[in-house]
């Protein structure tokens, strides 16, 4: 059996080094295969979001950094084991960043899942996914719950399924025999609604955070740009706009963070939950657990997949982050179907910014989401079952890929749209 450890410690020498260096030793000794990528030790960009892997070069990253060791060597095995301590409730940036560049091996091309909307599978073989978390008082029930079924959806989405998820309290023995004798995966939770946010006092003054890999360029900022424009509507309301791309600003961030009345941190949905670089925005933010005077926190979720229910575990994730802070938790965004606004005419974003329009404004004038526009933001949490054949034959039809089919001619990769490039028969 060909097993790949992704280590997302961030200290060296850490209980979890210890463990799994223990976990590998037990598993060769059965005559197993074992590589363990320290990802800390290694050079590994954020994801940029620029979809080249899907676009110009099929199922290969731009980047020119370690990303292909880690891709080669999770389509190769037969199990991959995620391995991080949970750091503001959730594993390590390190980790997410290594989880973010395994998208090349993913197909563009849409198939229907459990009646929603999932990427096709570019790869005949996946591995079997397992979940390590470091034992800490952080690992408490609740926050497992939370990481096991965010990561139970990220398995779905990879083609395959989480076998377990525990801490390092589980002898090594017991851990190598799940990860050996993998179970049938774990369910998660498939029919969340939108949580529900509180109102404070209007805020004056926003800090807003754009966490979109694509940085300026991306939709997410396209979407907050509408949020501001209600906001400062309203006389005496100001907003300012930080970028998390500029990672050499994350000091400035903060303090912009500490001084906001309320804040609205905005992402697109990245493998099932946040990209890394705003996993490593919420890790700087540790320092001001349990403040007093914490500005509201409101969020918005964005995607490309039209069902809100992609969105709502990582949505329960973030109401927890606002709890653990000390924040007053002001409500999620959830919008899909967000790829490809910025080419859309204005008559199909029409509606879409006025909602995110009003919702600046009733922040400014309420101090909280209005329930309302959220709603009308995310019309349908998840496909009815009856409709399900017709999408799935939807999905085989090329208008429904035309938007991918169109940018792979562009490139010339268009007969290439199937590769892969690091299956070793």
Not at 291 to 314: C, D, I, K, Y
Not at 356 to 364: F, K, Q
Not at 392 to 414: E, I, M, R, T
Request: hydrophobic fraction near 40%.
């Amino acid at each position: 059996m060909k097993i790949t450890i992704l280590n997302g410690s961030v200290e060296p020498g850490s209980q979890l080094d210890t463990y799994l260096a223990e976990l590998s030793a037990t598993l060769q000794q059965d005559g197993h295969s074992v590589q363990t990528l320290t990802l800390r030790e290694m050079t590994l960009a954020y994801c940029t979001g620029c979809f080249e892997c899907w676009m110009k070069t099929p199922g290969v990253c731009k980047a020119k950094d370690d990303c292909e060791i880690i891709e080669r060597a999770a389509i190769n095995s037969d199990f991959v084991l995620l391995a991080a301590p949970l750091i503001m409730g959730f594993p390590s940036a390190v980790l997410k960043k290594a989880v973010d560049k395994l998208v090349p091996l993913i197909h563009p091309y849409f198939a229907v899942v459990n009646n929603e909307a999932h990427h096709r599978a570019r790869y005949k073989h996946y591995p079997v996914l397992g979940l390590l978390i470091e034992d800490s008082p952080a690992a408490t029930p609740e926050q497992m719950a939370l990481v096991t079924d965010i990561h139970s959806r990220t398995a779905l989405n990879f083609k395959s399924r989480l076998a377990f998820s525990h801490t390092t309290r589980k002898p090594v023995a017991e851990t190598a025999q799940a990860i050996l004798q993998p179970g049938p995966g774990l369910p998660f939770e498939q029919k969340l609604t939108a949580t529900r946010g509180v109102n404070i006092t209007p805020p004056r003054r926003m800090a807003i955070f754009n966490g979109s890999p694509r940085g300026q360029s991306g939709n997410t900022l396209i979407l907050e740009k509408q949020f501001v424009k209600g906001f400062t509507a309203v006389e005496g309301c100001s907003a300012e706009i930080f970028t998390l791309t500029h990672l050499k600003e994350i000091e400035a961030c903060k303090q912009a963070f500490a001084s906001a009345d309320a804040v609205l941190l905005g992402f697109p949905l990245y493998t099932d939950s946040m990209p890394g670089l705003v996993k490593n925005f919420i890790e700087a933010l540790e320092p001001f657990r349990g403040q007093p005077n914490l500005p509201g926190m409101a969020f918005l979720v964005q995607s490309g997949f039209p069902e809100a229910t992609h969105s709502r575990h990582v949505e329960r994730y973030l109401q927890n982050l606002a709890g653990q802070l000390g924040a007053p938790y002001l409500g999620t965004i959830v919008r899909g179907g967000v790829e490809g606004i910025q080419i859309m005419p204005e008559n199909m974003t029409k509606d879409l910014f006025a909602h995110m329009e009003n919702l600046g404004r009733g922040m400014a004038e309420t101090g909280g989401l209005l329930p309302a526009e959220l709603k009308a933001l995310a019309p349908s949490e998840k496909y009815p079952a009856y409709l399900g054949p017709v999408f799935k034959l939807l999905s085989y039809l090329p208008v429904l890929n035309f938007y991918w089919d169109s940018q792979l001619k562009q490139n010339g990769a268009y007969k290439e749209r199937f590769a892969t490039p690091y299956r070793q028969d």
